[in-house]
């Protein structure tokens, strides 16, 4: 079945770590999105990519950076220099950014907290 | 982006139907209306969109008003599984979805 796979379902960071989170889809999609959320809020943008070798900040880019190397796949490195990185991260991805009737598909996240 | 307003929560008894409403008054012609679910811990679930049309799908139906002004989300026969977060969100490309507080359904046997 076609979907999104996030992992690990967990993760623990140190202090001053980086660590980075999987995202792979077999939906053949070209756009695919980072979100965060935390507890009791809504999704915030942090970075999203139309094609390979492109992507763009959303609202909460910093201390986070990405890759688009292939189509099928868009990690997420949380830095060291992201302070508040306790959260909920949510990989999704769709057919375009640029037309608002192809829906975003999401996976089923990856909880991040420090140790 | 237009701002979406749904009741905080809404209980429903298993076996019948769901009707979620959502206000969006401020909508623009070009933006569409999706709806997504939340269950605890886990990713959100597409479930339906549309832009003037009534549509339905194999999870629900969506019902626009013809000012497209406010919407609902209707699940003809509520299971114990459809006890999630519903989220109303208009959207008009560049990639963000904007997720507001939802509305919590609770589905009682």
């Known amino acids: 079945d076609g979907g999104i796979t996030q992992s690990p379902k967990y993760l623990f960071r140190k202090e001053g770590q980086n660590v980075t989170l999987s995202c792979e889809q077999n939906?053949?999609?070209?756009?695919m999105y980072w979100y965060r959320q935390d507890p009791g809020q809504g999704l915030r943008l942090i970075y999203y990519?139309?094609?390979?070798?492109?992507?763009q900040k959303g609202d909460i880019a910093e201390g986070y950076s990405v890759s688009r190397e292939k189509k099928e796949s868009f990690p997420l490195t949380v830095t060291s220099a992201q302070k508040n990185p306790t959260a909920f991260y949510l990989c999704?991805?769709?057919?375009?950014?640029?037309?608002?009737?192809?829906?975003?598909?999401f996976g089923d996240g990856t909880r991040l907290s420090i140790l | 982006d237009a701002k979406t307003t749904q009741p905080p929560s809404m209980d429903c008894a298993e076996g019948r139907a769901a009707n979620l409403p959502c206000n969006h008054s401020?909508?623009?012609?070009?933006?569409?209306v999706y709806w997504y679910r939340q269950i605890h811990s886990q990713g959100p679930q597409y479930i339906i969109h549309?832009?003037?049309n009534n549509e339905t799908n194999e999870m629900a139906s969506l019902i626009i008003t013809e000012d497209r002004k406010s919407s609902t989300l209707i699940l003809p026969h509520a299971t114990l599984r459809d006890t999630a977060v519903y989220y109303c969100?208009?959207?008009?490309?560049?990639?963000?979805?904007?997720f507001g507080q939802g509305t919590e359904l609770s589905v009682k046997p």
């Open positions: 999704a991805s769709s057919w375009s950014v640029t037309r608002s009737n192809q829906p975003q598909h």
């Open positions: 939906l053949n999609h070209d756009a």
């Open positions: 990519s139309q094609i390979v070798n492109d992507f």
């Open positions: 401020t909508i623009s012609g070009n933006e569409y």
């Open positions: 549309g832009l003037k």
């Open positions: 969100i208009v959207y008009n490309q560049g990639g963000k979805l904007i």
